[in-house]
T-cell receptor, first 112, second 112 residues
């Protein structure tokens, strides 16, 4: 079993929809949680960064962490065609800088 | 502009021919790392460097070498490439001890 599980999709939604992307993990030591967006033929781009449990909002994006369930989510409101990309979750434990563990990514397409 | 650059972006080579992929960052980050990305396997760390004096193996270091002689550069060396090293490679640099990582545009390597 992988340490971080992420549904690969693909996920297709109409423009304006609310998108929910999720990851589950097994390592209870993970404290830092990130979401990266990767456009085709590009490097991953850091989108959201949260520490421990709770919510963080940035514009149309909201990241949620539920450590009790070992579950993290990224919500995209009013989705746009420009949001079409692969979304990668990543996480690490405190004091273990090198161990950034990635999910395999969810491919999202927002249809105009 | 703050960025991580990699060269070359695309490379086709033959088995056994030594190659180097360069990586440079202009953000004054101490932490740098190399990943490979393969379908279904996500991003896997090859090597990382906490600073100029410290370099260590990641999860898949076999067949690779790295060098960190100065803060801004972190080249990846394949002494004798093999077809199973055909992949998409990303260099990253990080702040906060590597907790926040910023990726380069990627190098697509094909070994025949």
């Amino acid at each position: 079993q992988k340490e971080v599980e992420q549904d690969p999709g693909p996920l297709s939604v109409p423009e304006g929809a609310i998108v929910s992307l999720n990851c589950t993990y097994s390592n209870s030591a993970f404290q830092y949680f990130m979401w990266y967006r990767q456009y085709s033929r590009k490097g991953p781009e850091l989108l959201m960064y949260t520490y421990s449990s709770g919510n963080k909002e940035d514009g149309r994006f909201t990241a949620q962490v539920d450590k009790s369930s070992k579950y993290i989510s990224l919500f995209i409101r009013d989705s746009q065609p420009s949001d079409s990309a692969t979304y990668l979750c990543a996480m690490r434990s405190s004091g273990s800088a090198r161990q950034l563990t990635f999910g395999s990514g969810t491919q999202l397409t927002v249809l105009p | 502009e703050a960025q991580v650059t990699q060269n070359p972006r695309y490379l086709i080579t033959v088995t056994g021919k030594k190659l180097t992929v360069t990586c440079s960052q202009n953000m004054n980050h101490e932490y740098m790392s190399w990943y490979r990305q393969d379908p279904g396997l996500g991003l896997r760390q090859i090597y990382y460097s906490m600073n100029v004096e410290v370099t260590d193996k990641g999860d898949v270091p076999e067949g690779y070498k790295v060098s960190r002689k100065e803060k801004r550069n972190f080249p990846l060396i394949l002494e004798s490439p093999s077809p199973n090293q055909t992949s998409l490679y990303f260099c990253a640099s990080g702040s906060e001890g590597g907790g926040l990582q910023y990726f380069g545009p990627g190098t697509r390597l094909t070994v025949t």
